[in-house]
């Protein structure tokens, strides 16, 4: 994935040196702070925002039977969003509750899709995009499917070093679908 995150920064930097595309995307695009707590995006509500990590944490989860199920977190530089909402329009099964204090950039999905149409490079990102998120869920799926809890652990930390010091233990517990206890066995054979 790491070779995918290169090739996606390489063309992004390469295609903001266009003055055109670099204006119409920050005349879309706004930085907003958002304090910890603040909810990106609501279970129920549809996706209409595209919001990229410029500083912070983020986790997803969905709320099932009045429990929460964390299923993704998101730092620096990730892209935060509700896919299958934003494409199909429909009521995100998923909520993005910040973590820490977080300055994120916040398009909206319209004018995102508006710029892939103008700038042929941007359909290209959003496709590189899709194929990283994709691989990633591949992974996921694996991982949960047939790697230990420690093993999945240790696949958690080797991704994000930084996840412990952002994020609380019960919230790593429930993405690596394990008990708090589990974790805390985990960690002290560490």
Not at 53 to 70: I, M, N, W
Not at 110 to 135: D, G, N
Request: charge should be negative; aromatic fraction near 10%; glycine fraction near 4%.
């Amino acid at each position: 994935m790491k070779y995918q995150e290169a090739v996606i920064e390489e063309l992004l930097t390469t295609a903001f040196q266009d003055e055109a595309l670099r204006n119409a995307y920050y005349e879309a695009a706004q930085e907003k702070m958002f304090r910890k707590g603040d909810l990106l995006l609501e279970q129920g509500q549809i996706c209409r925002y595209c919001y990229t990590l410029l500083s912070g944490a983020v986790r997803g989860f969905y709320l099932k039977d009045g429990r929460e199920v964390t299923t993704s977190f998101c730092f620096a530089n990730d892209v935060v969003m509700s896919l299958e909402s934003a494409t199909r329009l429909t009521p995100s099964p998923e909520s993005f509750e910040v973590l820490e204090d977080s300055l994120v950039e916040v398009v909206s999905v319209e004018k995102l899709t508006l710029l892939r149409t103008q700038f042929p490079v941007l359909e290209k990102v959003w496709t590189l995009s899709m194929e990283a998120y994709a691989i990633w869920l591949e992974e996921r799926l694996a991982s949960l499917q047939f790697a230990t809890a420690k093993e999945r652990y240790g696949q958690l930390l080797e991704r994000y070093p930084e996840i412990v010091r952002k994020v609380q233990l019960s919230h790593i517990a429930s993405y690596l679908g394990i008990t708090l206890e589990t974790l805390s066995r985990i960690r002290a054979k560490g």
